[in-house]
């Protein structure tokens, strides 16, 4: 509850504390003794006098630590690094130059790896799907697109969305939340899609990603319009257009945001613990969904 200027709890005129220069959302009355800025509990080292930031540590602050005795943490607890869009990156290239095969090869490669319950393929003159333990690809229908358009608005997203979410979870687990939104995507597509209906394309783990983000935003008090916005169109996209997959959408979408609710809320002392852990729920989740569709359709 708010209280008025005056009041016991808050004297007038007093002033607000300083937040951390590494994590805004939070208050401290601490400087770094070389640059002065704010450094919250977390971010504090000991010096021969008073504490120094983490980056102060690791350029050699002349104060007997090693300049890499503590690293810089994102909000989520991973590292900082120097080029916070490395996976990003290498994402986007990933699904590009496999999109190239695809429009060199053919449909045959494609269709030797997209995602379909089980069906009877005329190109490959077989019985295919992952109910025929072909789980592989549950996977690799996660960089395989159908079209220019496809690619270049997964791609986009992947971009937009993608990069500042790296850099605030960090490479690891902005991994790990690609890789099992991605899944979750994948394994609600599987059980509930026609057994002969393939699907592909990276949109269940941008959902994902989607996903963690509003979960950041909220987190950070950032405003929630424009991504809610941007979620409400991709959703009206999904249900109103033929030939998209929209199980992979809330696959994904809700993966995301289990997943990044343990990562940004997980408390401090446990924090890998619960991140980690809950992503292998997710993953459990994944395999019963498979084994469970799998078991139907054999």
């Known amino acids: 509850m708010d209280q008025a200027p005056g009041s016991p709890q808050e004297p007038q005129g007093a002033a607000s504390l300083p937040t951390c220069y590494r994590h805004p959302d939070r208050e401290t009355g601490v400087r770094c003794t070389r640059c002065e800025r704010p450094i919250c509990p ?3 080292i000991s010096a021969s006098v008073g504490f120094q ?15 890499n005795a503590a690293q810089p943490r994102t909000l989520a607890g991973g590292t900082v690094t120097s080029d916070p869009r490395l996976v990003t990156k290498i994402l986007v290239g990933l699904n590009l130059a496999v999109f190239l095969v695809q429009l060199s090869v053919g449909d045959r490669f494609t ?9 009877f393929v005329p190109i490959l003159g077989s ?10 690809r549950l996977v690799t ?49 599987y059980l509930i899609a026609e057994p002969n209906q393939p699907s592909l394309g990276a949109s269940g783990a941008i959902f994902g990603l989607f996903g963690a983000t509003a979960i950041l935003m909220r987190r950070l008090n950032y405003d929630m319009r424009p991504v809610i916005a941007l ?5 009206i996209f999904t249900f109103g257009w033929s030939n998209i997959a929209w199980e992979a959408h809330i696959g994904g979408l809700v993966g995301g945001v289990v997943i990044g609710y343990a990562m940004v ?20 989740a994944v395999v019963v969904m498979t084994l469970v569709r799998t078991g139907q359709l054999t």
Do not use: K
């Open 231 to 235: 979620l409400v169109i991709n959703l």
């Open 141 to 189: 229908a996660m960089f395989l697109h159908g079209s220019y358009i496809h690619i270049a608005f997964n791609m986009l997203s992947l971009w937009w969305i993608g990069g500042p979410l790296e850099q605030a979870l960090g490479r690891a687990r902005y991994i790990a939340l690609y890789a099992v939104s991605g899944l979750a995507g994948s394994a609600l597509t």
């Open 127 to 136: 019985v295919e799907g992952v109910a025929e333990g072909q789980w592989y």
């Open 42 to 44: 977390e971010c504090m």
């Open 265 to 284: 809320h997980a408390p401090r002392e446990r924090r890998s613990l619960i991140q980690y852990g809950v992503c292998a729920l997710v993953l459990i």
């Open 53 to 67: 930031c983490p980056e102060c540590v690791r350029n050699g602050s002349g104060t007997g630590h090693a300049p």
């Open 111 to 119: 269709d030797s790896f997209d995602l379909i319950g089980r069906a």
